[in-house]
């Protein structure tokens, strides 16, 4: 048996493809990468939420895994849709690994500084500094995250604001010079997991072998609740919406919210149930921020990005 990888080319991205083929082969199964470029590495000119699409980093690699040019595609966890296109699942998550933001820099960041400006195209994160520092600056920066270092350092902007997962993966540990609390900055659904999807017609001893390889079954409880949350909501890139699940003492704890553009506005909740109520929790906790002024925040939000 022979498992055809589908990824994106970035260092990144090979990362994770080089992980999994790494699963496979303790199990005795094959593979071989293949890279394919998506729209969001080709329109770098724009931020991702104003490409328009929700499948921005993975709708050609869906048209190849259709095709059946590759068995699986593999994934950061956190740049799924919320809803998959028929056909579609992801069968497996990756253990997690930290999943909090952080900065990277070449110098020292006081958040007091009036002149700070922060490299970022993430709405959520720019929703959360425009309520804790609203002084502070953004500028979007696209590309690999070399590329991105490499623009900061010629002077684009004093810091970069990115998931520490990422950083970590790429070996940048000794640049980063602020953790964010993941309790006040919560992360982004599905934030240090890399998944595992396929196309219907896979066979249920290739998916069998997969999902022993590579499935953590505690981060899957945990991701299934925050999709299943993100679902409800309808969230994709270009929404600031956040969700963290965690399992402690045999219970799963789900937080998640939205919080309006320019910050002011913030739906919180959380709620614990057991690993196996995950996705209704999901559920539970979506109709309660939309109930409690989700609705309109989200309704606010795509009034102001139809009218950019």
Same mark, same amino acid.
């Given at each position: 048996m022979k498992i055809k990888i589908g990824t994106r080319g970035s260092k990144l991205a090979l990362w994770q493809a080089y992980f999994v083929q790494d699963r496979l082969a303790k199990e005795g199964v094959e593979s071989e990468i293949i890279t394919i470029e998506t729209t969001?590495?080709?329109? $770098?000119?724009?931020?991702?939420?104003?490409?328009?699409?929700?499948?921005? #980093?993975? @709708?050609?690699i869906e048209e190849q895994l259709k095709s059946g040019a590759i068995d699986i595609a593999v994934h950061s966890a956190k740049d799924m849709p919320s809803t998959l296109p028929e056909g579609f699942e992801l069968i497996a998550f990756s253990e997690r690994e930290q999943a909090h933001d952080v900065l990277i820099s070449h110098k020292t960041i006081d958040f007091n500084q009036p002149d700070l400006v922060l490299g970022t195209s993430s709405t959520r994160r720019i929703a959360f500094l425009n309520k804790h520092f609203p002084h502070v600056k953004t500028?979007?920066?696209?590309?690999?995250?070399?590329?991105?270092?490499?623009?900061?350092?010629?002077?684009?902007?004093?810091?970069?604001? $990115?998931?520490?997962?990422?950083?970590? %993966?790429?070996? #940048?540990?000794?640049?980063?010079?602020?953790? #964010?609390?993941?309790? @006040?900055?919560? *992360?982004?659904?599905g934030q240090g997991s890399v998944t595992i999807e396929v196309y219907r017609g896979i066979s249920d001893e290739k998916k069998a072998l997969i999902r022993k390889a590579t499935n953590h079954p505690e981060t899957e409880q945990c991701l299934l609740a925050e999709r299943s949350y993100l679902q409800i909501m309808n969230g994709g890139c270009s929404i600031p919406v956040y969700g963290?699940? %965690?399992?402690?003492?045999?219970?799963?704890?789900?937080?998640?919210?939205?919080?309006? $553009?320019?910050?002011? @506005?913030?739906?919180?909740?959380?709620?614990?149930?057991? *690993?196996?109520?995950? *996705? @209704?929790?999901?559920?539970? $906790?979506?109709q309660y921020v939309l109930d409690h002024g989700g609705k309109e925040i989200l309704a606010e939000i795509r009034k102001q990005q139809a009218e950019d």
């Open positions: 969001g590495d080709k329109r $770098l000119d724009v931020t991702i939420s104003k490409i328009g699409s929700k499948g921005v #980093f993975t @709708e050609e500028v979007a920066v696209r590309g690999n995250l070399q590329t991105r270092i490499k623009k900061m350092k010629s002077g684009v902007c004093d810091a970069l604001w $990115l998931a520490y997962a990422g950083a970590h %993966r790429m070996g #940048f540990d000794d640049m980063m010079v602020h953790h #964010f609390d993941e309790n @006040e900055f919560v *992360p982004a659904v963290r699940a %965690r399992l402690e003492n045999g219970q799963l704890t789900l937080t998640g919210g939205i919080i309006s $553009l320019d910050g002011r @506005e913030q739906v919180s909740q959380t709620y614990t149930s057991s *690993p196996n109520e995950g *996705p @209704e929790t999901g559920k539970k $906790l979506a």
